[in-house]
């Protein structure tokens, strides 16, 4: 079993997440404990007026929301019953056993999970420390009820990894395949609240990927003149489709306002994914075959990362910025410093081109060619200035079932 604790400031955020999946018929609330009404006869309102008065004993915690997801191994297939059982527990030993929480069943992934809601307000008002809880109490309770259980144990495995780097649990957005407001308000929800971003570019760097684009207008629309922020979904060819919404017309209020105060606190937060994206962009150029950005990207994507190219209509590289799945965090190039800008990284392309070259050049001098760390002798003799001119292939983000083997490029030599 693996435990996921997130915690945040939005218990509504939180919980209209898991009942947008209820009602779409991918989750079902399967437990409601410490609550005064039976789980049959509790409405969305009083689901959440119940966190909400707690939240009101003790205003100075800036975060009261705890999401947790516990995540079973693909053999398992536990009952209702057994991941009410395995959930109480858990609660139990991590200290919340007294806490009002909601237990939701999702069927939307590929291994059995089930989320809990609650909060660390208490009754007093006081609040239970969320500090290194997955540390402290966490791991200790997952050791013991995997014995108790009888489940797959995690430790050792990988199994926590492949549930943080899949991005988003949730599909693209499909025109007319859903009712707009609700196909969006599901990605806003999981990607709003998870994901670390300090701009709206950043921002679109992920929503986009499933379709959904966060758009203020023209400078002399009325939209932009009143600070409003409008959703559109994007169609194949990430052109809009379909009527836009306000963001006030969403439950959660997505505003730029409201986005201005996430940028603002994610800007601190996401240190530790820029110094991931920036070590593995370090050890990805110490291979000297590193000759593009179409290959860096493909070697980030075993770390996680997924780059996405900026370029102007004439086809020239402008900007770069990465997603990091492992840490959640969306960086631009020039935030990390001058050599991962996208200028940077072509010149870095650039002088492994040459130290090709000039190997190749050392070997046929020595008449002893080794041309095993070159993929075509043609390749190297490629002219540079067209190599760094040469508008690079964007990698949209596919799933693995819906990509198709890519064509091999052959490079003819300018002698």
């Not at 069927?107 to 609040?127: E, L, M, S």
């Not at 922020?229 to 009527?243: E, T, W």
């Not at 969306?330 to 010149?347: D, H, M, P, R, T």
């Amino acid at each position: 079993m693996v435990a996921v604790i997130k915690t945040s400031s939005s218990i509504r955020g939180v919980l209209n997440y898991n009942e947008n999946k209820v009602e779409i018929g991918k989750a079902e609330c399967i437990s409601a404990v410490n609550y005064p009404l039976e789980l049959e006869k509790l409405s969305f309102t009083s689901k959440l007026n119940r966190f909400l008065k707690l939240a009101e004993l003790n205003t100075n915690a800036k975060r009261n929301t705890v999401h947790i997801s516990l995540n079973f191994d693909p053999s398992e297939n536990h009952s209702k019953e057994k991941m009410v059982e395995i959930a109480d527990t858990y609660m139990e030993k991590l200290g919340f056993g007294r806490q009002p929480y909601l237990v939701y069943q999702h069927y939307d992934a590929g291994h059995p999970h089930c989320h809990i809601v609650t909060n660390n307000i208490q009754r007093d008002g006081k609040r239970i420390d969320l500090h290194l809880l997955g540390i402290r109490k966490s791991e200790p309770a997952r050791n013991e009820i995997e014995e108790m259980f009888g489940l797959v144990k995690a430790e050792g495995r990988k199994q926590k990894e492949q549930f943080l780097l899949n991005p988003i649990d949730i599909g693209r957005v499909q025109y007319g395949k859903a009712e707009s407001r609700k196909a969006i308000n599901s990605v806003l929800n999981k990607v709003l609240f998870d994901y670390k971003y300090s701009s709206l570019p950043e921002l679109n760097a992920v929503l986009n990927l499933y379709n959904v684009h966060a758009d203020r207008g023209s400078e002399e629309s009325r939209v932009f003149k009143n600070n409003g922020l409008l959703y559109k979904i994007l169609d194949q060819n990430s052109k809009p489709i379909g009527v836009p919404i306000k963001a006030s017309d969403f439950y959660i209020k997505p505003t730029l306002k409201f986005l201005e105060e996430k940028f603002r606190v994610n800007e601190t937060k996401k240190q530790y994914g820029k110094s991931h994206v920036r070590n593995s962009l370090r050890q990805a150029f110490f291979d000297e075959r590193m000759t593009s950005v179409e290959r860096l990207s493909e070697r980030l994507k075993d770390e996680a990362i997924h780059t996405i190219l900026r370029k102007s209509s004439e086809g020239k590289l402008y900007g770069i910025t990465f997603i990091d799945f492992k840490t959640q965090s969306v960086v631009n190039g020039s935030s990390l410093g001058k050599e991962f800008s996208a200028k940077g990284i072509q010149e870095s392309c650039a002088m492994n081109i040459l130290a090709l070259e000039k190997k190749y050049q050392n070997s046929i001098s020595t008449n002893s060619e080794n041309l095993q760390d070159l993929e075509s002798r043609e390749y190297v003799k490629e002219n540079l200035a067209d190599i760094l001119l040469r508008g690079e292939k964007v990698n949209e983000y596919v799933p693995k079932e819906f990509k198709q083997k890519k064509k091999k490029i052959l490079y003819k030599g300018i002698y």
